[in-house]
């Protein structure tokens, strides 16, 4: 009777590589749907190649260290609809949970807060910025970064008397890449996470309870 229950709509489809769409899914209306989408999910994924490439800079490595695993990286984009709810501290729009994919682009539609991240044990609120994409590290980048860049564990809460709405877009690396830390990054240091092809990594992050961050705790090596 505790158990807080999400409390919002949400559209999930493949949007990268191309190939990897099935468009029955895709709404025909409005008419410009789809075309918007296709060049959303196309620019949302230069952003992405262009921060990975940035971010491996920062940690002292080639540009396409990273940038290189995605070329063909898939691309899953959710599309969120947070109803008010008269209700609010009974729901929550979105279960806390950090994402299992290498980054994730928020885009904020509309001006109600409701992202919220975790620090030092409290939610702090995310405020939205208008035209600016909040940027979520997920698991994958913890992993390959062999720690270095931590996920960031998040909840959506909702409005008792406003709806809120965003859209989220992951990324993924390529299918065939393996997922563990990069050797670039341990040289001096041991591998504190396990190394799994993408599928095995997938499949245990599914089988694992929503809550926190309870899949990385599988990925560690003692």
Known sequence: EDQKLDWADMLFLYTQPPEMR???FWPDQPATFRSALDRY?????D????????MAKNLGLKREAIADKCIRGM?????????????AEKVVGLSPHSDANLLTLVLQVNHVQ???IKRNGSWLPVKPVSGAFVVNIGDM?????NGRYRSIEHRAVVHPKEERLSIAAFQFPNIDTMIGPLKEMTGHEDDAYKTLDL???MKIFFATKLE???FLEQMKLN
């Open 212 to 214: 926190g961050k309870n």
């Open 22 to 24: 099935n468009t029955k």
């Open 199 to 201: 599928e095995s990594f």
């Open 141 to 145: 980048f913890e992993v390959l970064t």
């Open 75 to 87: 691309q899953k984009v959710r599309i969120n609809y947070y109803p008010p709810c008269a209700q």
């Open 114 to 116: 409701g992202l919220q």
């Open 41 to 45: 999910s196309g620019a949302v994924k």
């Open 47 to 54: 952003v992405s190649d262009s921060l990975l490439a940035t």
